[in-house]
C-alpha cells in the first residue's frame, strides 16, 4: 500500500481510507472487515457519531481485542455536527449543530463507543448554517487541550466556508470530505466549464478543490465506489451516461487486467490534488479489488475518458 501524508501535518497514512459507516453490525462480519483493510495496508479508518447510532463505532471497538496494540498504528477519525430528526424530542427536525456543547458532547461519546482516550482526527460533517465560528473554536481548543483530540477538519463545506472557520479556529484545519467520483464531479466541473456551459452546482465546485489543494488540505473522497454502478452494480432503469461510463471502467479494467474498482478508485488517486478515496465496501473481495488502484496509474488520454463519460458529453 503506498503512502501520502494528511494535509501539511506529520501524520503518513495508507493512500485509501476504510470507512465505516457501512460496518456490519455484526462482531465477526465487522472484525473481518476490518481485518482485511488491515491486511491490504489500509492504516486509515473514518467513523461518524451518526452512523448507525453509534453502532459503527462500538463494533468497531472489536478490533483492540482482536489485534493487540494496534491503536498507536492506525488513524481514527470521526465526524460530528448531523442531529437526527428527533433528537432531543419529537418535533427537532435532522439539522446541524456546531454549537459547544454538542461538539464537546459528541466527541465524548465516540471516545466511550471506540473505546479509546483520542480521536486522531474530528471533522465538522455538514456546515451549519448557524454556526457561530467563535463557539467552534472554543469547543476545538478545550478538545485539542485535553488531548481528545489531535488534528481538525470538516466534511462537505466550501472553500468560503472553510475560511470562516479558519478566521476564528487556532488549529490548521487538514482535511475536507467532499462526494467525488467519476458520476459525480462536479468538484472539477467548474474548471472545465466556463467556456460553454452554464455551471451546474456551482456553489460546491466553485473553487474549492482549488482551495483545499493551495493550502494543504487534504480532500477525501467519500462514495468513491458509486455504490459499484461503475464495477458491476449497475442501478436498474441506470441512464445511458451511467451505462457508458460502465462500459469505459469494463474496457480499461480488462486492457489493464485489474478490477473494476481499481479503476473507479485509480480515477481519484490519479488527480494531482492527491486525494484520498474513502472506500465505503465492507465486503473482503471488494477491499481488497479497490486496493488494487494504488498499483496502477490511468494515462491522461484514460482518466480523460472516464470523466467525459461519467459527466454524460464532450468537453467543449
Ligand atoms: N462525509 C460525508 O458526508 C459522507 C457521506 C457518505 C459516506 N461517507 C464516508 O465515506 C465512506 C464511503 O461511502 P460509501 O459507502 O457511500 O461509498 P462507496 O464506496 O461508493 O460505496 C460502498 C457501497 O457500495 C456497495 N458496492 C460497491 N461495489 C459493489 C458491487 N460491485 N456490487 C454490489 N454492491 C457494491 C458496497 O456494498 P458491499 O459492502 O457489499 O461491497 C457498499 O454498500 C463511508 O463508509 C463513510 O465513511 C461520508
Redesign the pocket.
Same mark, same amino acid.
Request: charged fraction near 15%; hydrophobic fraction near 25%.
Given at each position: 500500500m503506498k503512502t501520502m501524508h494528511i494535509g501539511k501535518t506529520p501524520l503518513v497514512v495508507s493512500r485509501l481510507a476504510f @470507512?465505516?459507516? &457501512?460496518l456490519s453490525d455484526n462482531r465477526r462480519e465487522a472484525l473481518a472487515s476490518i481485518q482485511t483493510a488491515l491486511e491490504a495496508g489500509i492504516t486509515f479508518f473514518?467513523?461518524?457519531d451518526i452512523?448507525g447510532n453509534g453502532s459503527k463505532e462500538d463494533v468497531f471497538s472489536a478490533i483492540w481485542e482482536a489485534v493487540p496494540g494496534l491503536r498507536d498504528k492506525i488513524i481514527l477519525q470521526s465526524?460530528c455536527g448531523i442531529r437526527r430528526r428527533g433528537d432531543p424530542d419529537p418535533t427537532a427536525p435532522t439539522r446541524y449543530d456546531f454549537s459547544y456543547d454538542h461538539i464537546v458532547r459528541s466527541v465524548e461519546g465516540s471516545l466511550r463507543r471506540l473505546k479509546t482516550d483520542y480521536l486522531d482526527i474530528l +471533522?465538522l460533517? &455538514?456546515p451549519d448554517v448557524l454556526m457561530e465560528p467563535a463557539e467552534v473554536a472554543r469547543a476545538f481548543d478545550a478538545l485539542h487541550a485535553a488531548g481528545k483530540v489531535r488534528y481538525f477538519g470538516v466534511?462537505?463545506h466550501t472553500a468560503a466556508q472553510i475560511q470562516l472557520l479558519a478566521s476564528c479556529v487556532r488549529q490548521q484545519l487538514v482535511i475536507n470530505?467532499l +462526494?467525488l467520483?467519476p458520476l459525480d464531479s462536479e468538484l472539477l466541473e467548474v474548471g472545465v466549464s466556463l467556456t460553454r456551459r452554464p455551471l451546474l452546482h456551482r456553489v460546491r465546485g466553485d473553487g474549492t478543490l482549488e482551495y483545499c489543494w493551495m493550502n494543504g488540505i487534504t480532500i477525501q473522497a467519500?462514495?468513491? +465506489?458509486?455504490? @459499484?454502478a461503475l464495477? @458491476?452494480?449497475l442501478p436498474a432503469g441506470a441512464d445511458s451516461r451511467i451505462v457508458e461510463a460502465a462500459q469505459v471502467v469494463a474496457e480499461l479494467a480488462a486492457a489493464k487486467g485489474v478490477s473494476r474498482?481499481a479503476i473507479v478508485v485509480g480515477w481519484l488517486l490519479r488527480h494531482p490534488a492527491g486525494i484520498q478515496p474513502?472506500?465505503? !465496501? !465492507?465486503?473482503p473481495a &471488494?477491499i481488497r479489488a479497490a486496493c488494487q488502484a494504488v498499483d496502477i496509474e490511468l494515462s491522461r488520454e484514460e482518466w480523460y475518458r472516464l470523466f467525459v463519460a461519467g459527466r454524460g458529453g464532450e468537453l467543449p
Open positions: @470507512g465505516c459507516m &457501512r473514518d467513523h461518524a452512523y465526524k +471533522l460533517h &455538514r466534511s462537505n470530505q +462526494l467520483n467519500w462514495g468513491p +465506489l458509486v455504490g @459499484g464495477s @458491476g452494480n474498482e474513502v472506500i465505503g !465496501t !465492507t465486503n &471488494r
